[in-house]
Every structure is written in structure tokens, then in C-alpha cells.
Nanobody
Framework: QVHLVESGGGLAQAGGSLRLSCAGSGRIFDSATMGWYRQAPGKQRELVATIISNGYRKNYADSVRGRFIISRDNAKNMVYLDMKNLEPDDTAVYFC?????????WGQGTQVTVSS
């Protein structure tokens, strides 16, 4: 099983920026689709962005398209989420996700709080 660890969350003001990082272990990382999800208090976990194994195809939720960018570095087993023009509605716990033919894994989550 792949172990995922997120970092980079914290407090930001509306209009500000944050970068989330996800470090993965295991040899299947570079063949997996990676994603970021988030869960706000009282709400269901929702997809934020995904990126396929070679990084050429990315998918974004409508609410973050144009503001967030997902990227990956397979040589380092890392996935990133660059978040700009943050809004209070972006406040949530952000989770890194891995999906491969052999299964899926979740990170423990990192809190992002955006103040107005």
C-alpha cells in the first residue's frame, strides 16, 4: 500500500495563495492517477483536481478551475496543488488521493483555512 503525506496547509487571507504538497511512497506512484479532494465541515468530500500518471491530462472542479493548478514530479514521488485567489469557500481539509490498478490510498489530510 502506498503511504501519502500531505503538507503545506495553513491560514491564508482571501485572495492569497498556498501550495499543498503530497509525498508518496511505493513503486506504483508513477503509474497512478493522483488527485486532491477536500472536505468542508458538514459537507461531503469533493473532488478538487486529478492528474494522470504522465501528467498530460488534468481535471478540475468547476469551483477551482482557473485558480488551482495540479502538478506532479514522478522522480520525487510528489504531487502539488498550487492554489491562488483563495476564497473563504476553499476552507476545508484537503486530502491527497492515489488510484492505480492495484488499489487506492488516501493521505491523512491537511487543513486549509481562508479568512475573509
Amino acid at each position: 500500500q502506498v503511504h501519502l503525506v500531505e503538507s503545506g496547509g495553513g491560514l491564508a487571507q482571501a485572495g492569497g495563495s498556498l501550495r499543498l504538497s503530497c509525498a508518496g511512497s511505493g513503486r506504483i506512484f508513477d503509474s497512478a492517477t493522483m488527485g486532491w479532494y477536500r472536505q468542508a465541515p458538514g459537507k461531503q468530500r469533493e473532488l478538487v483536481a486529478t492528474i494522470i500518471s504522465n501528467g498530460y491530462r488534468k481535471n478540475y472542479a468547476d469551483s477551482v478551475r482557473g485558480r488551482f493548478i495540479i502538478s506532479r514530479d514522478n522522480a520525487k514521488n510528489m504531487v502539488y496543488l498550487d492554489m491562488k485567489n483563495l476564497e473563504p469557500d476553499d476552507t476545508a481539509v484537503y486530502f491527497c488521493h492515489l488510484r492505480s490498478p492495484w488499489g487506492e490510498s488516501w493521505g491523512q489530510g491537511t487543513q486549509v483555512t481562508v479568512s475573509s
